[in-house]
C-alpha cells in the first residue's frame, strides 16, 4: 500500500495537494496522511519548549482549540467526500503543533510515506523555504503542486532528461503513472545555447553527440521494448526555460524530474534547473532522487 503524506494548512495550494494526491491515488488506492499545521501562538511554545510551569487552564483551553480544528479538517474532508472517494483509500488527519519541518519528517518516518506532496503558495515566482528544506533533505519522491492544478487526470507526463544522472528514478515512476492512466510519456533534453552566431556544422555536431549520449543513457533505463516513449530535443538559453516550454507545447499535465543529490550538491542543483522548474511550472511537479530508498 503506498502511503502519501500531504502537508496541509487550509490554504487554496494545500487543498490543491490534497486533490492532486487523490487524483494519482485513485487508480490503485493506498492511505492518504493529511498532516495538518498549525501555528499555535509562539509564546505557548517557547515556554512549553523551555519547560516553564503553565497554569493547566492554559492546557485544557489549548487542547480544546486543537481538538477544534481536527474536527474542523475532518468536517472538510467529509464535505469533499465526492471528490476525494475512490475504492481503497483511507485518509487519516493529524493535526502538529511544533516545528514544521521536524514535525514533518517525523511523520514521514511515522507513517513510513512513499511520497510527500505540497502545495506551492500563491507567488508564482517563489518556492517556500520550508519547501525547498523538504526538497534537499529527503530521498522520497516529492510533489509540489501550484494553485492553477485541476483534477482532469493525466495525459501527458514530461521528464526531462540529465545524462549524467546512470540510473533515473523519474522515467520508472513516469511510466508508472503513465500505465495507470494510459498517458503519453515525453522524454526532453534541453540543449543550452549561451552564443549567438555559433556555426550551422558545429550545433550538428554537438547535436549528434547529445543524440548519441542519449541513446547509450535511454538504453541503460532498460525500458520494456512495447512502451512508446517519446523523445524531443529543445534549445533554449537555460534548461529550465526550455522544460517548462516543451511541458507547454505538448499539453504536460505532470512534470517528473531527476534530482542530483541531498545537500549542497542538490542546493546547487535546484538552483540552476529543478527549482526554476518548481516555481514556475502551471502543471504539478514531482522530484525523485536517482539514489532510491526511503531517508
Given at each position: 500500500?503506498?502511503?502519501?503524506?500531504?502537508?496541509?494548512?487550509?490554504?487554496?495550494?494545500?487543498?490543491?495537494?490534497?486533490?492532486?494526491?487523490?487524483?494519482?491515488?485513485?487508480?490503485?488506492?493506498?492511505?492518504?496522511?493529511?498532516?495538518?499545521?498549525?501555528?499555535?501562538?509562539?509564546?505557548?511554545?517557547?515556554?512549553?519548549?523551555?519547560?516553564?510551569?503553565?497554569?493547566?487552564?492554559?492546557?485544557?483551553?489549548?487542547?480544546?482549540?486543537?481538538?477544534?480544528?481536527?474536527?474542523?479538517?475532518?468536517?472538510?474532508?467529509?464535505?469533499?467526500?465526492?471528490?476525494?472517494?475512490?475504492?481503497?483509500?483511507?485518509?487519516?488527519?493529524?493535526?502538529?503543533?511544533?516545528?514544521?519541518?521536524?514535525?514533518?519528517?517525523?511523520?514521514?518516518?511515522?507513517?513510513?510515506?512513499?511520497?510527500?506532496?505540497?502545495?506551492?503558495?500563491?507567488?508564482?515566482?517563489r518556492l517556500g523555504s520550508f519547501a525547498l528544506k523538504v526538497l534537499r533533505s529527503t530521498l522520497r519522491p516529492v510533489a509540489v503542486v501550484?494553485?492553477?492544478?485541476?483534477?482532469?487526470?493525466?495525459?501527458?507526463?514530461?521528464?526531462?532528461?540529465?545524462?549524467?544522472?546512470?540510473?533515473?528514478?523519474?522515467?520508472?515512476?513516469?511510466?508508472?503513472?503513465?500505465?495507470?492512466?494510459?498517458?503519453?510519456?515525453?522524454?526532453?533534453?534541453?540543449?543550452?545555447?549561451?552564443?549567438?552566431?555559433?556555426?550551422?556544422?558545429?550545433?550538428?555536431?554537438?547535436?549528434?553527440?547529445?543524440?548519441?549520449?542519449?541513446?547509450?543513457?535511454?538504453?541503460?533505463?532498460?525500458?520494456?521494448?512495447?512502451?512508446?516513449?517519446?523523445?524531443?530535443?529543445?534549445?533554449?538559453?537555460?534548461?529550465?526555460?526550455?522544460?517548462?516550454?516543451?511541458?507547454?507545447?505538448?499539453?504536460?499535465?505532470?512534470?517528473?524530474?531527476?534530482?542530483?543529490?541531498?545537500?549542497?550538491?542538490?542546493?546547487?542543483?535546484?538552483?540552476?534547473?529543478?527549482?526554476?522548474?518548481?516555481?514556475?511550472?502551471?502543471?504539478?511537479?514531482?522530484?525523485?532522487?536517482?539514489?532510491?530508498?526511503?531517508?
Amino acid at each position: 500500500m503506498t502511503t502519501y503524506l500531504v502537508g496541509w494548512d487550509r490554504s487554496t495550494s494545500a487543498e490543491k495537494a490534497l486533490l492532486f494526491t487523490v487524483e494519482i491515488a485513485r487508480q490503485r488506492g493506498g492511505q492518504v496522511v493529511l498532516w495538518y499545521a498549525v501555528d499555535v501562538p509562539k509564546t505557548y511554545r517557547l515556554l512549553t519548549s523551555h519547560g516553564r510551569a503553565i497554569d493547566p487552564s492554559i492546557h485544557q483551553e489549548m487542547n480544546r482549540w486543537l481538538d477544534q480544528v481536527k474536527a474542523h479538517a475532518e468536517s472538510l474532508l467529509r464535505s469533499r467526500a465526492h471528490t476525494i472517494k475512490a475504492p481503497d483509500l483511507s485518509v487519516t488527519v493529524e493535526v502538529w503543533t511544533g516545528d514544521l519541518y521536524e514535525g514533518l519528517m517525523d511523520a514521514v518516518q511515522r507513517y513510513d510515506a512513499d511520497w510527500i506532496v505540497l502545495g506551492r503558495g500563491q507567488d508564482p515566482h517563489r518556492l517556500g523555504s520550508f519547501a525547498l528544506k523538504v526538497l534537499r533533505s529527503t530521498l522520497r519522491p516529492v510533489a509540489v503542486v501550484p494553485e492553477t492544478y485541476e483534477p482532469v487526470g493525466l495525459h501527458v507526463i514530461v521528464v526531462p532528461v540529465d545524462w549524467t544522472i546512470p540510473k533515473s528514478a523519474a522515467l520508472p515512476l513516469a511510466l508508472d503513472l503513465a500505465t495507470r492512466y494510459t498517458a503519453e510519456v515525453h522524454l526532453v533534453h534541453v540543449i543550452e545555447t549561451y552564443l549567438r552566431d555559433v556555426p550551422v556544422a558545429l550545433e550538428a555536431a554537438v547535436e549528434q553527440m547529445v543524440r548519441d549520449s542519449l541513446d547509450e543513457w535511454y538504453r541503460q533505463q532498460a525500458v520494456p521494448t512495447d512502451r512508446t516513449v517519446h523523445q524531443a530535443f529543445r534549445r533554449a538559453t537555460d534548461a529550465g526555460t526550455g522544460i517548462l516550454a516543451y511541458a507547454t507545447e505538448v499539453g504536460a499535465d505532470l512534470i517528473v524530474m531527476d534530482s542530483h543529490a541531498r545537500g549542497p550538491l542538490m542546493h546547487l542543483m535546484l538552483g540552476s534547473v529543478a527549482e526554476k522548474v518548481l516555481q514556475r511550472a502551471t502543471v504539478p511537479v514531482i522530484v525523485t532522487k536517482p539514489e532510491g530508498g526511503k531517508a
